[in-house]
Nanobody, 114 residues
Framework: VQLQASGGGLVQAGESLRLSCVASGIRFSIYHMGWYRQAPGKQRELVAIIASGGSTNYADSVKGRFTISRDNAKNTVYLQMNSLKPEDAGVYYC?????????WGKGTQVTVSS
């Protein structure tokens, strides 16, 4: 299983970014997918999850600003991040899981200047 995240960068507060994560080695359409983030000195935290059927769940801190979506034809999960805040900065990781196994991709850095 490989997960390749991309799309991070440096933006100013209030701007937007879209992250992408391409999965390989799995039957993507049946897997739940998630985005997590980790800021320096803090624990990794859940940002958003999208189930195989398309239902979504978000951390309270990003509700109304971030949107997770998936394109099963492209084996890709997206995270559209609008109205970014400095506290959204960190390394963003995509993750999938099946039974007792977690699979993580390498992260993509998001930096938000105030």
């Amino acid at each position: 299983v490989q997960l390749q995240a991309s799309g991070g960068g440096l933006v100013q507060a209030g701007e937007s970014l879209r992250l992408s994560c391409v999965a390989s080695g799995i039957r993507f359409s049946i897997y739940h997918m998630g985005w997590y983030r980790q800021a320096p000195g803090k624990q990794r935290e859940l940002v958003a999850i999208i189930a195989s059927g398309g239902s979504t769940n978000y951390a309270d801190s990003v509700k109304g600003r971030f949107t997770i979506s998936r394109d099963n034809a492209k084996n890709t999960v997206y995270l559209q991040m609008n109205s970014l805040k400095p506290e959204d900065a960190g390394v963003y990781y995509c993750k999938t899981w099946f039974t007792a196994m977690d699979y993580w991709g390498k992260g993509t850095q998001v930096t938000v200047s105030s």
